[in-house]
């Protein structure tokens, strides 16, 4: 069954298609369930399609030759990834796992040139895409050079703060669930440290824990940590 454009709408990526290629777009996208777990892709697979999340969240990461894994994204509804390979025909740059039950949108290479050829400005909002997250990684690299475990840690929260933080009561909550370890991979460090470094920022009053949900009470305190 073809999926409702209305659905795509949603999707920044698709917003400014009129609708007779957002037709084009849903009659040839494959729809795909992963149960949290779930590998999409593994790094170094040959690259075939572009993904776009429908709802759920994905984990990107890269591992090292010890198993260790560094966390690169975190992404959810409506994010588009694997976007690289419409480029360079490489294989995956990294692995792709979902971190909850996740319903994805594929579009598999050839179609997307197709598409591309008929929509360029979907090309240049690709490149946009690809240039933030080529600034996020520089960050990330810069943070694991230059700066401590609180620092890194501070950075990250602020970074969560700018794309997911919502309005709460005592302050902005960052509407995102991620687990300690999730937390710890994306910043090169443990769980333990985490954990230590999040109750530090407690008592100083930067921040409120709330079971799996962090408030952000002091944003300038957590600048000068960063």
């Known amino acids: 069954m073809p999926i409702d454009i209305k659905y795509l709408r949603k999707v920044p ?32 697979d040959r690259g075939e399609a572009l993904f776009v999340i429908a709802s759920g969240r994905v984990k990107i990461s890269k591992s090292s030759a010890d198993g260790r894994e560094q966390i690169l994204h975190i992404l959810g509804d409506g994010d588009i990834f694997a976007e690289v390979i419409l480029f360079d025909r490489d294989p995956y740059p990294a692995t792709a796992e979902a971190a909850e039950d996740t319903h994805c949108w594929l579009l598999y290479s050839t179609a997307m040139e197709q598409l591309l050829h008929r929509q360029p400005m979907l090309a240049i909002k690709l490149l946009r895409i690809m240039s933030r997250r080529l600034r996020q990684a520089q960050i990330l690299i810069r943070d694991l050079a230059l ?45 333990e440290t985490v954990a230590r470094v999040l109750s530090r920022f407690q008592k100083e009053g930067i921040l409120l824990l709330e079971k799996q949900k962090i408030v952000i009470l002091d944003a300038e305190k957590l600048q000068e940590w960063a």
Do not use: C, N, W
């Open 147 to 191: 700066h401590d475990v609180y620092g890194r840690t501070a950075g990250l929260l602020l970074r969560l703060l700018k794309s997911e933080g919502k309005p709460h009561k005592k302050g902005i909550m960052l509407d995102v669930q991620l687990t300690r370890q999730e937390m710890a991979s994306m910043i090169g460090t443990s769980r």
């Open 13 to 44: 990526f698709f917003t400014d298609l009129p609708a007779q290629d957002l037709e084009m777009v849903a009659g040839i996208m494959v729809e795909r369930f992963y149960p949290k777990g779930t590998i999409l892709f593994l790094e170094g």
